[in-house]
């Protein structure tokens, strides 16, 4: 069994790594090309990590929240557009989306008399950022929703072939 840091403030990588039972080493044969002192470096936030090491990691860690967390936090086009997504249980994904779409079905004629001329005047403001921020809620859930189908194909908890199939006749 391998040691276990007690450091506080870990970061997602060694925390995921950590809860797949591997030591540095043992990470660093399973992702091939990053040796155990860059894998330590980059948990420790000492050497930024490369875009294809945190998908290397993600593959391998079977841990798709790893994509999100970079470009949230750690690239610098994905901190400004890139939403951080929550890993969440399916049923309260659907849930938080089920409320969402009712309160924007509800706000739906006044978006469309806010929206109908072209552009929105001072007295619409308020109301066009409260429907946008709904809207945005509901964005974070299907991307909610979309890590959460990640990480079930990723673990095999759902069958990649028949997804797959299922995606191609759409």
Same mark, same amino acid.
């Given at each position: 069994m391998p040691r276990t840091s007690t450091k506080e403030n870990k970061s997602i990588y060694q925390i995921i790594r950590e809860e797949k039972g591997l030591s540095r080493e043992k990470a660093s044969e399973l992702l091939e090309y990053i040796t155990p002192e860059r894998l330590e470096r980059i948990e420790n936030s000492?050497?930024? %990590?490369?875009p294809d090491e945190i998908m290397t990691m993600a593959e391998k860690y079977q841990a798709p929240q790893l994509c999100n967390h970079y470009c949230a936090h750690e690239c610098a086009i994905g901190k400004h557009y890139v939403?951080?997504? &929550?890993? !969440? $249980?399916? #049923? &309260?994904?659907?849930?938080e989306m089920l409320a969402s779409l009712? #309160?924007?079905? *509800? #706000?739906q004629a006044r978006l469309i008399e806010i929206t109908a001329d072209g552009k929105i005047e001072a007295e619409e403001i308020d109301d066009f950022v409260t429907i946008q921020d709904e809207l945005e809620r509901i964005s974070l859930s299907v991307e909610t929703m979309q890590l959460w189908v990640e990480k079930k194909l990723a673990s095999g908890n759902i $069958?990649?072939? %028949?997804? &797959?199939? %299922? !995606?191609? !006749? *759409?």
């Open positions: 000492k050497f930024d %990590a490369k939403p951080e997504v &929550q890993m !969440k $249980d399916l #049923s &309260q994904i659907v849930l009712n #309160s924007i079905q *509800k #706000s $069958d990649i072939d %028949a997804y &797959q199939e %299922a !995606k191609k !006749k *759409k």
